[in-house]
């Protein structure tokens, strides 16, 4: 008995924190893309070290993010450039899991282009390829095509877990400002 309390108070501090916090969805370098991304690409993209989405500085437009469903949201096109070696895991942040969530899990975009937000996941594991170095230099990353699925217009907070650190960025869905 004097085992067993010990036991079942861990598991009753752990299993909530699990629940809350799946393990994540993993695109390996096998799923990646390959193509010109064009000059200056950088200077388009939101990134978070080792990872670059790709279009984003300037969020989508308005007329881009259509008013969403309630559980549903419209699949929106992000490229994810991820350094060479790199393994980064991209999260939705919690405040923004009721009206976001990740499509690089094979969701498609089903006719009418509102998708179940349960058929999308809150986090993702990219495992980029191996260095490149006959790649020219505007593409020495891995890159993932999929979707970010959004419930109309919104903010969207993501966190990027790579190399110890967690980093936060807020991209931008048919609004021109975040608070």
Not at 61 to 85: E, I, M, Q, T, Y
Not at 134 to 160: D, K
Request: hydrophobic share 40%; net charge positive.
């Amino acid at each position: 008995m004097r085992v067993l309390l010990p036991l079942l108070v861990a598991l009753a501090v752990a299993v909530p924190a699990l629940a809350d916090d799946p393990e994540p969805y993993v695109r390996g370098c096998d799923t990646s893309a390959f193509g010109d991304l064009g000059r200056g690409w950088q200077k388009r993209a939101v990134s978070a070290g080792p990872v670059a989405f790709v279009g984003l500085r300037n969020g989508y437009g308005r007329d881009s993010v259509l008013p969403g469903l309630a559980g549903r949201g419209r699949p929106l096109k992000v490229l994810v450039v991820v350094a060479p070696n790199a393994r980064p895991t991209v999260r939705i942040a919690a405040r923004s899991r009721r009206f976001a969530a990740l499509g690089y899990n094979g969701v498609r975009n089903e006719a009418g282009g509102n998708v179940s937000l349960s058929s999308g996941t809150h986090a993702i594991r990219f495992e980029a390829c191996r260095a490149e170095p006959s790649r020219a230099v505007w593409n020495r990353g891995t890159q993932f095509p999929g979707y970010f699925l959004v419930s109309g217009r919104r903010c969207v907070h993501v966190e990027i877990a790579a190399r110890g650190e967690v980093l936060r960025r807020t991209l931008r869905f048919g609004v021109s400002r975040c608070a």
